[in-house]
């Protein structure tokens, strides 16, 4: 016998751990996945957006250096700073895409370790490169120094004029500075005053302030800086890991429909019939708790469906010999002719209804542990108590042979334990009422606590069971003998309810031979305290 299905609670804690490993691997190795995909897209888009954000940014200084004729002499003082110098295509080691792009006259970027180099194709075919270890701080203070020598060029009529005409052509914002409250902080002040120019930023953007010769103060401002976290970036990378996350959620669910279709069809295939249809799902799955539970659910209604056609069976054949004696009673009152004789057939039928009532009440509870059991409420209560009044109310019913009971002195003291007391009471009783008809002498009622279990063992003087009939003897409406004599032959159901009534204690009923008086030895044994359940 098994521990009933829901003798503990399931929970949490109750989860394989094969499962969980299982699935916490898998969760680990997707989102390694995906952060490792997201971080190649990161870096590989923004590869690709920083070249073009670097080409596009310094075009209007680029564009700007290569419509001059002379621009080594017009811009020498660039070459100090930012290496700025003309030299003939054939002469430089470039790539073939390289030239092919300067051929069309695109801007072209190319990274290295010391940078950026910036080239373009100038007036007479010539490259103009200019270097910059940081682009965007290089671009704004080169910018601004051409602004600044054009604007001394300038006489102040024209100011105005140069201004605009510089703004459009570098693609700055020029902001002539008329009062103190658009001056930047003192240290800028002091930078520009002392260097004739400083680069520094204001919300994120690129300024330059520039100071002409005549003391005027101009402000240069620049397009923001490269942002390598631009939303069109974040919102690719949340779209790709919402993809993956998405593929691989329909990856699960497709196994899990899958087991769970296997379970549709299993049941599909118990409503037809074949009670002998299982689940079979391997250990580590989403539902393989699921398909132990329908297995044992499959394998509880096979089991009561047998029983009750079992029952239907032997019932019908049970009922058939009380019924016969009662007919057969009342046919034979008509044929007595005496008052003794009348009350024999009386007392005869009378003895077979006791009989049906008895065959009714144990079908009754048998049923009622079958099919699931009564609602036990375990409490403590004295099992050396029980034991004793089963004994005297079995030995008033038996004078004929002795029956008695050994309780050793530590049981005594520990005699309390989570019982249902009815039960415990029913399934002692009908051991030792089953005992008691085939001994011959004696009967005797062994009962034993300890700490953690209780035992219970009935033992007779009588013939004894064959060993390889110790099973059977548990099995409903089956019998040793094929008596039905009524000191005798009893119904076949009275072990049976025995062992459901201890498979509903947690414990177990089994039959051995007995040592001490030669004849069967039954024995109930259950854990002492109800299992506690299980925090959630």
């Not at 203070?141 to 140069?162: F, K, N, Y």
């Not at 103060?217 to 974040?234: D, T």
């Not at 109310?393 to 007391?421: C, F, K, N």
């Not at 009815?422 to 700490?451: F, P």
Request: glycine share 8%.
């Amino acid at each position: 016998m098994g521990v009933p299905a829901d003798a503990s609670l399931p929970g949490f804690v109750d989860m394989p751990l094969k499962f969980f490993l299982k699935l916490y691997a898998r969760l680990a190795g997707l989102t390694a996945l995906v952060i490792l995909l997201c971080l190649v897209l990161f870096v590989g888009i923004n590869s690709v957006r920083s070249q073009f954000w670097h080409e596009h940014f310094t075009q209007s200084l680029m564009r700007w250096l290569a419509s001059s004729p002379a621009p080594e002499r017009q811009y020498h003082w660039l070459s100090s700073r930012n290496g700025f110098q003309v030299s003939d295509a054939r002469e430089m080691s470039l790539s073939a895409v390289v030239r092919e792009r300067l051929g069309y006259g695109q801007v072209v970027a190319i990274e290295s370790s010391l940078g950026y180099r910036f080239l373009v194709t100038g007036l007479h075919g010539e490259v103009i490169q200019f270097r910059a270890t940081q682009p965007y701080r290089d671009t704004a203070i080169a910018s601004a120094q051409i602004l600044q020598v054009h604007l001394d060029a300038a006489g102040p009529e024209d100011r105005d004029e140069a201004v605009a005409k510089l703004a459009e052509g570098l693609n700055l914002g020029v902001l002539r500075i008329q009062g103190s409250a658009a001056l930047p902080d003192d240290e800028v002040l002091e930078r520009v005053f002392s260097q004739g120019a400083a680069f520094y930023t204001d919300n994120g953007e690129g300024r330059v302030l520039v100071q002409l010769s005549d003391g005027e103060l101009v402000q240069v401002s620049l397009p923001a800086p490269f942002n390598p976290w631009a939303w069109p970036v974040i919102l690719l990378l949340l779209v790709v890991s919402g993809s993956v996350l998405a593929l691989a959620l329909l990856f699960v669910l497709r196994g899990l429909d899958s087991n769970l279709r296997k379970v549709e069809s299993v049941a599909v295939r118990i409503a037809r019939g074949e009670m002998g249809a299982r689940v079979e799902a391997g250990e580590g799955t989403t539902v393989s708790r699921l398909a132990a539970a329908f297995n044992s659910m499959a394998e509880h209604i096979q089991r009561l469906v047998n029983v009750q056609r079992e029952m239907i069976h032997a019932v019908s054949h049970e009922l058939r010999t009380p019924v016969a004696r009662i007919r057969f009673g009342v046919q034979m009152i008509e044929d007595c002719e005496s008052q003794e004789a009348l009350q024999r057939q009386l007392d005869g039928i009378d003895g077979d209804i006791q009989e049906l009532d008895e065959l009714i009440d144990e079908i009754l509870t048998y049923a009622r542990l079958e099919q699931g059991g009564p609602v036990f409420s375990l409490e403590e209560a004295s099992v050396t108590d029980i034991v004793r009044q089963v004994v005297s109310e079995q030995q008033l019913l038996r004078p004929a042979i002795s029956i008695e009971d050994e309780i050793d002195e530590v049981t005594e003291h520990i005699g309390m334990a989570d019982v249902e007391p009815r039960y415990i009471h029913r399934a002692i009783q009908n051991l030792v009422g089953n005992a008691g008809r085939y001994a011959t002498s004696k009967v005797l009622v062994r009962c034993h606590i300890d700490e953690d279990h209780c035992r219970v063992d009935v033992e007779d003087d009588g013939p004894g069971i064959p060993e390889d009939e110790w099973e059977k003897v548990f099995t409903a409406f089956s019998r040793l003998d094929d008596s039905r004599t009524r000191t005798s032959g009893g119904y076949g159901l009275g072990l049976s309810i025995v062992r459901r009534i201890l498979y509903w204690h947690n414990g177990q009923a089994f039959v051995s031979r007995s040592d001490s008086l030669g004849g069967a030895r039954f024995s109930l044994v259950w854990p002492r305290k109800k299992p506690l359940e299980p925090s959630l």
